[in-house]
Nanobody, 124 residues
Framework: QVQLVESGGGLVQAGGSLRLSCAASGRSFSSYAMGWFRQAPGKEREFVAVISWSGGSIYYVDSVKGRFTLSRDNAKNTVYLQMNSLKPEDTAVYYC?????????????????WGQGTQVTVSS
């Protein structure tokens, strides 16, 4: 059973930064891609970014490109989402997720394991 635990959310002013962490346990972390999603109140869950097992490939949704940086430390079984130049529209619960299979998934249906989420609130 894979367990994912997010941390690092909070309240920040527009233009500020936060770093989210996701600690994984339960299987070989370094063999799988990891993704981040977010869900704002009243909206559907949205894909944010994915990083390959090696960290060599990363893909971001257009709305966060140039502002968010995804990275991973396989020795620590942890993935990080550095969020800079935050905007009020970034306010959401952020979830990290792991797929069941190998690959580079960009849709929620391809992910099998989810963390509990961490709230990010950006004030204007």
């Amino acid at each position: 059973q894979v367990q994912l635990v997010e941390s690092g959310g909070g309240l920040v002013q527009a233009g500020g930064s936060l770093r989210l962490s996701c600690a994984a346990s339960g299987r070989s972390f370094s063999s799988y891609a990891m993704g981040w999603f977010r869900q704002a109140p009243g909206k559907e869950r949205e894909f944010v970014a994915v990083i390959s097992w090696s960290g060599g490939s990363i893909y971001y949704v257009d709305s966060v490109k140039g502002r968010f940086t995804l990275s991973r430390d396989n020795a620590k079984n942890t993935v990080y989402l550095q969020m800079n130049s935050l905007k009020p529209e970034d306010t959401a619960v952020y979830y990290c997720a792991a797929p069941q299979d190998y690959g580079f998934p960009t849709t929620g249906s391809e992910y099998h394991y989810w963390g509990q989420g961490t709230q990010v609130t950006v004030s204007s």
